[in-house]
């Protein structure tokens, strides 16, 4: 289901303020390849450019009506994964190190999902 404007910028806080909270207790630059910065950055015109493009793909996916597995190629740290894990039946997510994913799942109570960080498993 699409989100609103309000579920949206509601989701994009939430993620906003974990994502936060992963910078400052990581090492610097750590997590650059996953765009954290990106998504946390204090220009609001940058930040949005990223959130943009999660409403986008978030309004397309929205379209599908009872998707029962679904794999996130690249997931990062989860980004699409809160609305993912609730709009699928099973989801997949897939990078080279889900272990602060999983870490992150653990504490959020995530069911019905797979983490695979090898691309022949």
Known sequence: ???????????????IKLF??????H??????????????????????LFWERIRIVINYISSFHN??????????????VPYLI???QSLIVLDL?????QEIGEKEGWQEIIYVNRLDQ
């Open 1 to 15: 289901m699409s989100m609103n404007n309000r579920d949206f910028r509601n989701y994009k806080n939430y993620q």
């Open 20 to 25: 936060k909270e992963i910078l400052k207790t």
């Open 27 to 48: 090492k610097k630059k750590q997590f650059d390849e996953q765009a954290l910065p990106s998504y946390t950055n204090p220009n609001p015109l940058m930040r949005y």
């Open 67 to 80: 998707i029962s597995t679904c794999l996130d190629f690249g997931c990062g740290l989860g980004t699409m």
């Open 86 to 88: 609730h709009n699928t």
């Open 97 to 101: 190190d889900t272990s602060l994913l």
